[in-house]
């Protein structure tokens, strides 16, 4: 009787050690390979530089719309006074 209970309990520990290595190694598989994790790394990496480079051009863009239109303003005002001055001139 002995033996048996020895055998159960044997038998126990050894299921529970297989059961234990299942559930360690599946949820071993369902992580990410280091080249994954590059993989990833450079992608948000990549979305962080595309939106730093963005704004960087919105820097720059948006003070250079703004000095075309006044460009453009001068330029009209200029070309008006010019008229002006030839219509007083004639």
Known sequence: MDKEIEM???RGSLLFTFG???VVGLSGCSQE???EKT???AESGN???QAAEQAAVDAIKTPMDKAR?????LEKS?????AEIKKMTQ
């Open 69 to 73: 239109q006044a460009e453009s303003t």
């Open 8 to 10: 159960k309990k044997s």
């Open 47 to 49: 979305a962080a530089t």
């Open 33 to 35: 390979t280091p080249a």
């Open 20 to 22: 234990l290595l299942a």
């Open 78 to 82: 200029a070309e008006q006074t010019a």
């Open 39 to 41: 993989r990833a790394a």
